[in-house]
């Protein structure tokens, strides 16, 4: 067995994900991040995860085509 460090800013770390308040889970690098990357919004409301936007949208603010800001 070895012991791994938890991901920076993580609420819990037993196998499990969670962040601190203010900081989103970006599943891809496994990483709570204060400000998602371009393709992904920040899911304030309900998962505390970034979320991918639609597809052929590269800036979103939620989810849907109506919350597309660049294509």
């Known amino acids: 067995y070895q012991c791994i460090s938890c991901h920076t800013n993580a609420k819990t770390c037993n196998g499990t994900y969670g962040c601190e308040v203010d900081y989103y889970f970006y599943d891809p690098t496994s990483e709570c991040l204060a400000v998602c990357p371009?393709?992904?919004?920040?899911?304030k409301a309900s998962t505390q995860d970034c979320?991918?936007?639609e597809d052929g949208c590269s800036l979103c603010y939620g989810s849907g085509y109506n919350a597309c800001t660049r294509c």
């Not at 371009?38 to 899911?43: E, I, K, M, P």
Request: with cysteine.
């Open 38 to 43: 371009n393709g992904y919004f920040a899911d």
């Open 51 to 53: 979320i991918e936007c």
